[in-house]
C-alpha cells in the first residue's frame, strides 16, 4: 500500500478562494481524521470519520470548513471563502477502529492563503 | 473530552545526553498512548507506544513510561544522536469505539553535536 495520500502538497491562493484539499486512506482502514498543524497552535483535530461516517466535527474552526467522505476511499477537506488565518499544513491520517493502533498521516498539504 | 499537556516546549541537549519530555491527560479512560517524531517539513510518524496495561516500554535508546494514576506518561531518548533532532508529539485515545488521537503540542528537540 501507498500510504495515506493527500493532494495537492502545496496550495497557495487568494483570500475568498475556494480551496479543497483531498485524502485517499489506506486502503482497509475504517477510520480518517483531519488534522490542521501551525506553529502556535500544534496538531489540532479538525474532523474524524468512522466507517465514513462523521463522528466529531467539534474541531471544525468555523462554518467556512466542510469535510465529506463519500466512500471508504476518499475524503475532501474544504475551505470556502478561504482566509489567510487558515494558512497551515493540514495532515489526513487514518487507521483502524477501536484496536488502538497507530493512525498513519499522510504528507499534508501546505495551504498559503494571501 | 481529552485534554494531553505536553513539556518542555523545546529542548535542547548534547550529543549523548538524555532527553525526557512529559506529558499529562485528563480522560481517565484513555488507554493508549503513542508518541510521534516529526522531521522538519514531514509528516509525523510513530516511534512507539504504550498501552495501559504496561507500565513501560523500551526500544532500543528510547522508552516510554506510563503512571495511569497520576495521568501521565514520558518519553525517554538514551545516548542523543544529531539525528534525533525533530519535534516529538506525545497523543492519547480510548480504546472505547470511536475515539481519535488527542495529540499534546509537541517539543522540539535539538541534539547540539
Known amino acids: 500500500d501507498a500510504g495515506v495520500i493527500q493532494s495537492p502538497r502545496h496550495e497557495v491562493t487568494e483570500m475568498g478562494q475556494e480551496v479543497t484539499l483531498r485524502c485517499k486512506p489506506i486502503?482497509?482502514?475504517?477510520?480518517l481524521f483531519w488534522y490542521r498543524q501551525t506553529m502556535m497552535r500544534g496538531l489540532e483535530l479538525l474532523i474524524y470519520f468512522n466507517n465514513n461516517v462523521p463522528i466529531d466535527d467539534s474541531g471544525m474552526p468555523e462554518d467556512r470548513f466542510s469535510a465529506k467522505m463519500p466512500n471508504a476511499s476518499f475524503s475532501t477537506l474544504k475551505i470556502q471563502p478561504s482566509e489567510p488565518r487558515d494558512s497551515a499544513v493540514y495532515f489526513c491520517?487514518?487507521?483502524?477502529?477501536?484496536?488502538?493502533?497507530?493512525?498513519?498521516f499522510g504528507q499534508g498539504t501546505r495551504l498559503t492563503v494571501v | 473530552g481529552e485534554n494531553v499537556e505536553q513539556h518542555p516546549s523545546t529542548l535542547s541537549v548534547q550529543e549523548g545526553d538524555s532527553a525526557v519530555i512529559k506529558c499529562t491527560y485528563s480522560d481517565s479512560a484513555s488507554n493508549y498512548f503513542p508518541w510521534y517524531k516529526q522531521e522538519l517539513g514531514k509528516r509525523p510518524q510513530l516511534i512507539i507506544d504504550?498501552?495501559?496495561?504496561?507500565g513501560e516500554k523500551k526500544d532500543q535508546r528510547i522508552a516510554v513510561t506510563l503512571n495511569k494514576t497520576a495521568k501521565h506518561f514520558s518519553l525517554h531518548i538514551t545516548e542523543t544522536q544529531p539525528e534525533d533532532s525533530a519535534v516529538y508529539f506525545c497523543?492519547?485515545?480510548?480504546?472505547?469505539?470511536?475515539?481519535?488521537?488527542?495529540f499534546g503540542k509537541g517539543t522540539r528537540l535539538s541534539v547540539i553535536a
Open positions: 486502503s482497509g482502514h475504517n477510520s
Open positions: 504504550i498501552r495501559s496495561n504496561v
Open positions: 497523543a492519547a485515545s480510548a480504546n472505547s469505539g470511536n475515539t481519535p488521537l488527542v
Open positions: 491520517a487514518s487507521s483502524l477502529t477501536g484496536m488502538n493502533t497507530e493512525a498513519f
